[in-house]
T-cell receptor
Framework: AQTVTQSQPEMSVQEAETVTLSCTYD???????LFWYKQPPSRQMILVIR??????QNATENRFSVNFQKAAKSFSLKISDSQLGDAAMYFC?????????????FGPGTRLSVLP | DTAVSQTPKYLVTQMGNDKSIKCEQN?????MYWYKQDSKKFLKIMFS???????INETVPNRFSPKSPDKAHLNLHINSLELGDSAVYFC?????????????FGEGSRLTVL
């Protein structure tokens, strides 16, 4: 079974600075998907960014980018120019392509605080 | 128009009661899910269901039962509620097959058992 680890339970960043959240995963599969979800205090789960394992190019979405290291099974999220609205829980997630992709596994989350 | 909607958003009830949470998705997705988020924010899958197969997490007590009247709905029924059932329950959906995309979540339902 796949597992996802986020080794930083809490992180903080100064407004306008850059922060990197770590994620590692364990799998024997060669093809899969990785995601970062954001959960603000409103508790809504919001997709931040997605990476397909077969793509070597790191995904970017505006201020959010990932460093995907397939061999190391690492998938970190970089937030540039941090804003107060970025304060939230961030979850790394793995999705298998087997079984019609129904196997979604989440990490334990990292709570990000943004300091003004 | 909300993509995945669940009701109610909040439930407060006594131990031993039975409760249901409803979920509807208007995305035309094949698969729907129920997740439980505990007080430490861990997200744990409880069920996934499409029109072919119900997959149950074996650690989920059989007091929890999903009911799907059609492809767009997956309701969660809980019998004989216990204190440990207090949590936020998320409904989600995804499109399957060749394109395996992300999960779309509902807003969550916070259940408090007294």
């Amino acid at each position: 079974a796949q597992t996802v680890t986020q080794s930083q339970p809490e992180m903080s960043v100064q407004e306008a600075e850059t922060v990197t959240l770590s994620c590692t995963y364990d799998t024997s599969e060669s093809d899969y998907y990785l995601f970062w979800y954001k959960q603000p205090p409103s508790r809504q789960m919001i997709l931040v960014i997605r990476q397909e394992a077969y793509k070597q190019q790191n995904a970017t979405e505006n201020r959010f980018s990932v460093n995907f290291q397939k061999a190391a099974k690492s998938f970190s999220l970089k937030i540039s120019d941090s804003q107060l609205g970025d304060a939230a829980m961030y979850f790394c997630a793995y999705r298998s392509v087997d079984n019609y992709g129904q196997n979604f596994v989440f990490g334990p989350g990292t709570r990000l605080s943004v300091l003004p | 128009d909300t993509a995945v909607s669940q009701t109610p958003k909040y439930l407060v009830t006594q131990m031993g009661n039975d409760k249901s949470i409803k979920c509807e998705q208007n995305l035309g997705h094949d698969t729907m899910y129920w997740y439980k988020q505990d007080s430490k924010k861990f997200l744990k899958i409880m069920f996934s269901y499409n029109n072919k197969e119900l997959i149950i997490n074996e650690t989920v007590p059989n007091r929890f039962s999903p009911k799907s009247p059609d492809k767009a709905h997956l309701n969660l029924h809980i019998n004989s509620l216990e204190l440990g059932d207090s949590a936020v329950y998320f409904c989600a959906s995804s499109q399957d097959g060749f394109y395996t995309g992300e999960l779309f979540f509902g807003e969550g339902s916070r259940l408090t058992v007294l």
